[in-house]
């Protein structure tokens, strides 16, 4: 090579950098914006990109919605067979809404994405029964947690956005394969993730705040911790997985910490109301996550669920999608009142069913932990579904062995029980119909079969 070319090597690099670099949006450059959010000095200044917002404005436009139709006329339920949620919707309405549904969630796939177009009966398609979940649960979110819809509400264009299955999800992560012990454990760090803005904070924020309700606090009310330094600690891995969701947060809603927080004590309630909003923001979503969505995680196909075989859950970009306010406060719920009231859920009435007897599920659980797996989940779904049509009583029963702290054991088969009967009641059975039965010693030594909980028909 000569002397010329070695000179020209570095020129000729800078100018493919720079080709390479002109391919790709620039969106961050200057000029920003920038609006004052709380008292001048305090750093609380929310910034904005003018470019950045014009590609989310595009993200969030709002489809028009249908004409108004009459709602007069013979109901849902007496022109069509087995309509379980709006059975005394007008017909006309009734229709409306399964149009523009069908627009929000399938518009190429249309009615047959749900629907067995030979039979619209039939239930067999799973995504009927899911689509009829998720109609109840968003009308769940427009009247129980106005706290934090407000009368804006949500419909299924807010998640969904033209998609079969929304573009923000999350399944439950598996844990960490340690290869013999010799990597130990990494605590979720040091492998960036989206989840958490592409830092090495912990990279499942979700499954302990958005789904397990552990505490986001990290900060106490105290200067000191107490006599046994409980009550005013929290380690530093609490604080990264706290911070994780925060920057989850940050990220899902397009702003930075001080959107809801006040910059000169982020441990202070004084400051934007936004941190209330967010406050039951985060209860509304372990609402929609253990009550709507692990529920059925057994109507799912496998490939659907993720790779414990959980069902996709929600956060807080799953309505959010990088925008302050879903779809930038847009109120599609005005044309759309019937999402915004609870409709009586009316199942057809089914067969005589077999009497039950028996136990009919047997849930186990890991060594130390009362945490339902995902896949029992879905078994106790399948159980509450057994118990709708049959109308049966069932008694709950928890077990322990003998080794160790016998009393510990004993409250760790309790609250193992207790477990299981939130999640029957989550998936529908009503609290009068379950028992709980004192716990149990099996007899012999540490096994599997040890940490279990029965559901057993009521004798």
Not at 135 to 154: E, F, I, P, R
Not at 329 to 356: Q, R, W
Not at 427 to 455: M, N, Q, T
Request: charged letters at 20%; one cysteine or more; glycine letters at 8%.
């Amino acid at each position: 090579m000569t002397m010329r070319a070695l000179i020209a090597l570095p020129a000729l690099a800078a100018l493919l950098l720079a080709a390479g670099c002109q391919k790709v949006p620039v969106v961050e450059r200057p000029p920003v914006e920038s609006v004052q959010h709380g008292f001048r000095g305090t750093g609380m200044v929310q910034v904005y990109n003018p470019r950045r917002l014009e590609q989310q404005l595009a993200n969030n436009a709002v489809p028009e919605a249908p004409p108004q139709v009459p709602g007069d006329g013979p109901k849902a339920g007496e022109v069509y067979q087995n309509v379980q949620v709006l059975k005394d919707l007008g017909i006309g309405p009734f229709t409306r809404l399964m149009v523009a549904m069908t627009t929000w969630v399938a518009p190429n796939e249309g009615c047959g994405y749900c629907h067995n177009l030979q039979n619209l009966a039939d239930d067999s398609v799973y995504t009927k029964q899911v689509a009829r979940k998720m109609l109840q649960m968003t009308q769940h979110v427009n009247t129980q947690w106005k706290s934090h819809v407000a009368d804006t509400g949500v419909t299924c264009w807010t998640c969904h956005r033209g998609q079969p299955v929304p573009q923000y999800t999350w399944f439950t992560v598996p844990p960490q394969d340690q290869k013999a012990n010799f990597i130990g454990d990494k605590a979720q760090q040091n492998t960036p993730a989206k989840s958490v803005g592409l830092s090495s904070l912990p990279y499942d924020p979700f499954q302990p705040y958005l789904r397990d309700a552990l505490p986001i606090r990290v900060i106490g009310n105290d200067v000191l911790p107490g006599v046994d330094g409980a009550n005013n600690r929290a380690s530093i891995k609490q604080a990264e997985f706290t911070y994780g969701l925060m920057m989850h947060m940050s990220d899902a809603l397009g702003v930075n910490c001080t959107y809801c927080h006040n910059s000169r004590s982020f441990a202070s309630w004084e400051g934007p109301t936004q941190r209330v909003n967010a406050y039951f923001g985060i209860r509304m979503v372990r609402d929609i996550n253990l009550a709507y969505l692990e529920p059925i995680t057994g109507v799912f196909p496998k490939h659907r669920l993720g790779e414990l075989g959980d069902v996709a859950k929600t956060n807080c970009a799953t309505c959010h999608q990088g925008a302050y306010k879903p779809l930038y406060g847009a109120n599609m719920l005005k044309d759309f009142p019937e999402l915004a009231s609870v409709s009586a859920v009316v199942a057809p009435a089914p067969a005589a069913a077999a009497a039950l007897e028996g136990t009919l599920a047997r849930v186990l659980f890991a060594v130390g932990r009362a945490e339902i797996a995902p896949q029992y989940r879905a078994q106790i779904a399948t159980v509450a579904g057994t118990l709708a049509k049959a109308g049966t009583r069932v008694d709950i029963s928890g077990f322990a062995d003998q080794t160790g702290n016998r009393d510990a054991n004993l409250e760790l088969a309790k609250q193992r029980a207790f477990a299981v009967r939130d999640a029957l009641k989550a998936a529908g059975v009503p609290e009068d119909r379950i028992s709980l039965r004192k716990p149990e010693f099996v007899v012999g030594g540490v096994s599997e079969d040890a940490r279990r909980v029965e559901i057993n028909v009521a004798k």
